[in-house]
């Protein structure tokens, strides 16, 4: 059973943006912080950014200004607008509910280039 499923990755220049989506079962985004991560090839899974229950957002230092992550809580969908992409931000993404409650979902791929 899908549990998790984000879009929206892609292939950018340095500057661009692109609007990840995540979409979540109900069980895995009610109620919850639900986060977005990323990995680089040959790096550890990192947190990018969350959103609460409540709205409440928080931003690994390196995205601050550059990425907004939302949520529609009434699609039970998580949101991440990246502006202004670099290339350290290739990566695969991958959203969660934080603590992590299921199996990671497929991820979507961005890549930058320079």
């Known amino acids: 059973q899908v549990q998790l499923v984000e879009s929206g990755g892609g292939l950018v220049q340095a500057g661009g943006s692109l609007r990840l989506s995540c979409v979540a079962s109900?069980?895995?985004?009610?109620?919850?912080?639900m986060g977005w991560y990323r990995q680089a090839p040959g790096k550890q899974r990192e947190f990018v950014a969350s959103?609460?229950?409540?709205?409440?957002?928080t931003y690994r230092d390196y995205v601050s200004g550059r990425f907004t992550v939302s949520s529609d809580n009434a699609k039970n969908t998580l949101f991440l607008q990246m502006n202004n992409l670099k290339p350290e931000d290739t990566a695969g993404y991958y959203c969660?509910?934080?603590?992590?409650?299921?199996?990671w979902g497929q991820g979507t791929q961005v890549t930058v280039s320079s």
């Open positions: 959103v609460s229950w409540d709205g409440s957002l």
């Open positions: 109900e069980k895995i985004f009610n109620k919850n912080v």
């Open positions: 969660a509910a934080i603590p992590r409650t299921s199996a």
